[in-house]
């Protein structure tokens, strides 16, 4: 199993340009989440999803948007890229809502913005 | 909305001494789990407690879950150089449909020097 993967590591991006960072789990998790981590301020969720077609916001969805299509795939998407918005992304899984077996992440895209 | 507050930010210990780090919740909460991320890494979730006053052990971790299930600690008895990273704790709000969802604490940096 290679858990949860996300493509691409690193990106430096310009003000105003777009990306969709990408997100798979091959563990068959119904639930689906997207973080950002600032330093010193802990993760903040972004977006998450219970299933195939179903999201909803987080705490912090300005900026972003997300769309699950299938069970594995979970991309978010960077309109208008902004400073602010530098940050490392972490998408997570999880068996179920209850988390008794954990978030599962992945290793994060270290996006910066100038 | 839900707040959760992990202090001390930073901790700088000797190789051998006791560590600890503790989490509060401004509300009541359902459950509470506790990841440690490497530098450079993703957060790897170590444990969840569920019950008040729910006490576990891992080696030399031990989790604690308060009695009014809005506070939680975890202790490291004699720490190691391999104990290094952030530990972060994350509650989930009792009551509702939270689909999962964690609030994450800022986190405790951990140094150990040899």
């Known amino acids: 199993n290679a858990g949860v993967t996300q493509t691409p590591k690193f990106r430096i991006l310009k003000i105003g340009q777009s990306m969709t960072l990408q997100c798979t789990q091959d563990m068959n998790h119904n639930y689906m989440y997207w973080y950002r981590q600032d330093p010193g301020m802990g993760l903040k969720l972004i977006y998450y999803?219970?299933?195939?077609?179903?999201?909803d916001k987080g705490e912090v969805p300005n900026g972003y948007n997300v769309s699950r299509s299938t069970t594995e795939d979970f991309p978010l998407r960077l309109e208008l890229a902004a400073p602010s918005q530098t940050s490392v992304y972490f998408c997570?899984?999880?068996?179920?809502?209850?988390?008794?077996?954990?978030?599962?992440f992945g290793s994060g895209t270290r996006l910066t913005v100038v | 909305g839900q707040q959760v507050m992990q202090i001390p930010q930073y901790q700088h210990v000797q190789e051998g001494e006791d560590f600890t780090t503790y989490c509060n919740s401004s509300t009541t909460l359902s459950n509470i789990q506790w990841y440690k991320q490497r530098p450079g890494g993703h957060p790897v979730f170590l444990i969840q407690?569920?019950?008040?006053?729910e006490v576990k052990k891992q080696k030399r971790l031990t989790f604690q879950f308060g009695e009014a299930k809005k506070n939680s600690s975890l202790h490291i008895t004699a720490t190691q150089t391999t104990d290094v990273g952030t530990y972060f704790c994350a509650g989930r709000g009792a009551g509702g449909t939270s689909y999962g969802k964690l609030t994450f604490g800022q986190g405790t940096i951990l140094t150990v020097h040899p």
């Open positions: 999803s219970v299933g195939a077609g179903i999201t």
């Open positions: 997570a899984s999880s068996y179920d809502p209850s988390g008794n077996y954990g978030y599962t």
């Open positions: 407690l569920v019950k008040s006053g």
